[in-house]
């Protein structure tokens, strides 16, 4: 239970002291970028997608290959599996045999030839294997299209072969390359080409289905090309169907729950899932206050990895691991890298490298394969032909204590692991929440929300936040309510004292019409028309204040609803779906009006259109007040504010329109309309030129360079 402390203000002081100045290291080179001797940097990936160094997790240990076990050299080895006892299980896929280590990696058996009813079995160029919990040997025999099973001393049990049923599409391929089966006796095989997720055979070898195939993402493009191919053919049998990706691999922890991983997907998101018994996925995570489904997180590197390193990285995963506290593993083929995740999404660790050219201790050609061994890490070089041995460094034995303690929510005893974490890596971000969700279960709400900002923690910053608002409203509720009097009480005495007196509050006859435009659209429209009382100048003040105030309050908004990272962030992409739109607004709208006999004038339309602003002014402005006083459940408040300033600012620069042209209602409804086509095929008309500008200059550049290297030679 959480339990409040007395106030204590030197102590939360002292806090917000020690976290702003780690929030102001953040800025600065990490120690944590430190190789320590590793041919790799070590690194982590936060909720915004940035990229950040932190200290080694893991360490080189040892480097095995099969010459070194004096058994001749491995021939592209495909998989590495682990038993329940520890022993480690190397497919020597091209060798055909399966090399047996012992639980301290020395060399325990080879297994080539298999017993299957009296005669000789074995297989050929095998991609995957399995050691179930029963000690039954599972390999994925792909060229001869079976999955063998047998016992641990070779003697084959069962084949199973591609089955005979109506659910198994016409033309289908069986060709294994995964396999695993859980505690219930469900084996579960990955065919390769099949995008109809895993063939399920139950515990008598009896075909049951497929399961867990992965979603189809909608695509508008896709989705028109499609039907337009489908128009021109006339066979509906060979229709053009959006097919889902096929599944890399699957693993199976300890709890006998599946996770399924996918190489690269449409739109380079939920490459792993956690499937429940219904085949959906139930990995989820955080990204503002509401937990979403993983399907829409991005697991691999992003373009926060090239603005750490100027390096652009696209990950393709080809393995997956669960280890026995439930920290997720992903062997990412492309650039020899292993991502660590926990439940919740969270990026813990980062390490590995390659490019295809590791010849280091700890870096790869093409990793195909990772397995848990204990705390250990064992990846599979299919070039290389060796399987290296990464165990975790210190830090890592307490970022895996800490990270199980939290997920039971036992915050105040992973406290002390989380602080001395913090002590040497400032960069790590999980650790900034684990204080956090500690500090609140102590009552200490500031500490708790400054950690948790830093950490990027909403959730608990909106929980603590609404206990410091309880109290500070409790404590002050007479003088807030004496505030709240005062001040109706002083807009009602002016409103009745300025209508008895005439007293005009605003000498500046422009400055007035503007502000008419609240409750007197339509008069203060046709002042500007016939009276000539709108001013460009004040109109231009608007719309700067309005993108000024936008700017302010995508910078300085309260975390609980904004929460913007500077290395992406631009003043540019505020400009122009603001003061941009607005002006084209402008442009294309008095370009078809003119053509349609409109009377107005370009600074009427200029005019009208930034008088319209005002609405979406105020809502900003109460956006950025309620940022910092209303929690997320309250939202809706502000949700209804923004969508009657939407609806007023449309419906203020239609009136406008229509005042100064003198159109009809449906004169007016109709030149909206092709204004808005104008602006459409205008913005597209831009990003051509852009393209095609950017293609001249990367063409001008590769041409000077050719001629450097010309004049050179």
């Known amino acids: 239970m959480r339990t409040k402390q007395k106030h204590q203000p030197w102590r939360w002081m002292r806090r917000i002291l020690l976290v702003a100045l780690v929030a102001l290291l953040f800025c600065l080179p990490a120690a944590a970028a430190e190789l320590d001797g590793n041919p790799y940097a070590t690194y982590s990936n936060n909720i ?59 060399l325990s058996r080879v297994l080539d030839n298999f017993v299957y009813e009296g005669a000789t079995l074995s297989f050929k160029k095998a991609l995957g294997m399995f050691v179930s919990a029963d000690h039954e040997l599972l390999i994925a025999d792909t060229e001869n299209q079976r999955v063998i099973v047998a016992t641990l001393d070779q003697q084959v049990k069962e084949v199973l072969t591609l089955p005979d049923s109506d659910v198994i599409p016409e033309g289908f391929q069986f060709r ?16 390769d080409g099949s995008f ?74 939920g490459e792993i899932r956690k499937l429940s018994p219904g085949g959906d996925n139930v990995l989820r995570y955080v990204r503002y206050i509401d937990s979403e489904s993983a399907d829409y997180f991005n697991f691999g590197d992003g373009a926060g990895y090239k603005l750490m390193t100027g390096e652009g990285r696209s990950t393709v995963f ?46 790869f050609v093409l990793p195909v394969a990772m397995v848990n061994h204990g705390d250990d890490v064992l990846v599979l070089d299919k070039n290389k032909n060796s399987l290296t041995v990464f165990k975790p460094t210190p830090i890592m034995a307490q970022i895996r204590e800490a990270t199980v303690l939290d997920q039971k929510g036992e915050y105040q005893q992973a406290l002390p692991l989380w602080e001395d ?108 028309r016939w009276k000539g009382n709108g001013s460009v100048l004040i109109a231009a003040l608007i719309l700067i204040l309005y993108y000024g105030l936008t700017v302010f309050g995508i910078l300085n908004g309260g975390f609980m609803y904004y929460d913007v990272a500077l290395e992406w962030y631009s003043a540019l992409y505020t400009f122009l779906p603001t003061v941009g739109m607005l002006i084209l607004w402008v442009i294309i709208n008095w370009a078809v009006c003119t053509l349609l006999e409109g009377k107005g004038k370009l600074r009427h339309i200029f005019v009208v259109s930034c008088y319209a602003l005002l609405p979406k002014l105020i809502s900003t402005v109460l956006m950025l007040v309620f940022s910092y006083t209303l929690l997320p459940d309250e939202s809706g408040i502000i949700d209804v504010i923004l969508t009657v300033s939407d609806i007023w600012f449309y419906l203020l620069i239609f009136l406008g329109t229509m005042s100064v042209h003198e159109f009809t209602f449906a004169r007016t409804f109709g030149t909206t309309i092709l204004t808005l086509l104008g602006m459409a095929l205008s913005v597209f008309i831009l990003l051509m030129i852009l393209i095609l500008f950017q293609d001249f200059y990367s063409f001008l550049v590769s041409v000077f360079k050719e001629i450097a290297l010309r004049l050179k030679g």
């Not at 299980?89 to 399966?98: F, K, T």
């Not at 599944?247 to 996918?262: A, G, K, M, Q």
């Not at 390659?354 to 280091?360: E, N, R, S």
Request: charged share 20%; with cysteine.
């Open 48 to 106: 915004r997608g940035l990229s950040m160094y932190q200290r080694p997790t893991f360490e080189v240990d040892s480097v095995i290959d099969g010459r070194a076990l004096g058994i001749g050299k491995w021939n592209e080895p495909a998989d590495v599996a682990v038993d329940p006892e520890g022993n480690v299980y190397v497919l020597d896929s091209n060798n055909d045999r399966i090399v047996v280590l012992n639980p301290d990696l020395t």
């Open 318 to 363: 080809s393995d997956i691991s669960v280890d026995s506290t439930g920290l997720i593993f992903a062997l990412d083929q492309t650039y020899g890298k292993v991502f660590i995740y926990d439940q919740n999404c969270n990026s813990l660790s980062i390490f590995g490298t390659g490019l295809g050219q590791g010849t280091q201790e700890g870096s």
């Open 176 to 191: 294994p390359k995964a396999v695993i089966k859980d505690k219930k006796g469900f084996t579960y095989v990955l065919s």
């Open 421 to 528: 974490i913090l002590s040497q890596d400032r960069n790590f971000r999980v650790a900034y929440n684990g204080v956090a969700k500690a500090l609140y279960e102590q009552g200490d709400m500031q500490g708790s929300m400054e950690y948790a900002r830093i950490g990027g923690d909403r959730g608990t910053y909106a929980q603590a936040f609404a206990e410091v608002r309880s109290d500070f409203i409790g404590a002050n509720f007479w003088w807030i309510l004496l505030l709240c009097a005062a001040l109706i009480g002083g807009v009602v005495f002016l409103v009745v004292y300025t209508s008895k007196k005439q007293v005009v509050l605003i000498g500046n006859t422009k400055v007035r019409t503007a502000l008419h435009t609240f409750i007197h659209p339509i008069d203060t429209f046709n002042a500007v």
């Open 196 to 269: 109809y997720g895993a063939l399920v055979f139950s515990q008598d070898n009896t075909f049951f289905g497929f399961f867990g195939s992965n979603p189809t993402e909608p695509d508008l493009l896709s989705n028109v090309v499609r039907v337009v191919k489908n128009f021109f053919i006339d066979d509906t049998n060979v229709r053009v169907q959006k097919l889902p990706y096929q599944f890399t691999n699957l693993c199976i922890d300890s709890e006998d729950i599946l996770y399924s991983l996918t190489a690269v997907t449409q739109n380079n998101m």
